[in-house]
């Protein structure tokens, strides 16, 4: 974890959680990854530097924004961004294109999995935006990734807290740690349509 960010959070709070935690969902390179910068403010919180709660509200409101921002500008305007975008949009056609063909295929859900996903979030509301799918769709989707993504690493960053020296000194395996957490989610989300679609299954049948 840079020093820069350790004094910053630590001095600044949830202004600094807020501010970091938005720059990155619109685009802008951060020092450390949002969900490392989440798992440290859940340290501090369970120091009783911060207030658990209010850390996770500042973090959904920052990530909410930040994404709709980005959101509603592809969504309005794509067409023309992606003929004349700047280069600090962190747009690659390739990715576009993989992200399409997936979200496109997989609906909701594929949104939601995206919007969880280390490296892919900013992708998601950028493609989501130039698929044109409607707000009333969007929105909700990321409401609730918003909600899971923050509450999930800054509780887990509150419950290492005793173990954080260790934590540190094997920052460099936390992709997989991302990966594992990942990987929890998901499954529970699949549980839940899994068993939803059963329902309505049986409804179709009864």
């Avoid at 930040?66 to 390739?94: C, D, E, H, V």
């Avoid at 399409?100 to 949104?111: A, C, H, R, V, Y």
Wanted: glycine share 6%; hydrophobic share 50%; with cysteine.
């Amino acid at each position: 974890m840079p020093e820069e960010v350790v004094y910053y959070v630590t001095r600044y709070g949830y202004l600094a959680i807020f501010i970091m935690v938005f720059l990155q969902e619109i685009g802008m390179p951060n020092p450390v990854p949002n969900e490392l910068l989440l798992i440290f403010s859940g340290y501090l919180s369970f120091k009783g530097l911060l207030y658990l709660p209010s850390v996770i509200l500042t973090a959904i409101i920052a990530d909410f924004i930040g994404t709709n921002i980005l959101y509603f500008l592809f969504y309005s305007t794509g067409a023309l961004i992606m003929q004349k975008k700047p280069n600090w949009i962190p747009l690659s056609a390739r990715m576009i294109e993989r992200l399409s063909t997936k979200i496109s295929k997989g609906g909701q859900l594929s949104i939601f999995i995206f919007r969880l996903t280390p490296f892919t979030r900013g992708y998601t509301s950028v493609i989501t935006g130039l698929l044109q799918i409607k707000p009333k769709v969007f929105l909700p989707i990321a409401l609730i990734s918003a909600i899971s993504w923050a509450t999930v690493y800054v509780v887990i960053g509150h419950f290492i807290g005793p173990s954080w020296n260790l934590f540190t000194k094997n920052i460099p395996g936390f992709q997989y740690i991302m990966v594992a957490v990942l990987g929890i989610i998901l499954c529970m989300v699949l549980l839940v349509y899994w068993v939803r679609k059963r329902e309505k299954r049986n409804k179709i049948q009864a």
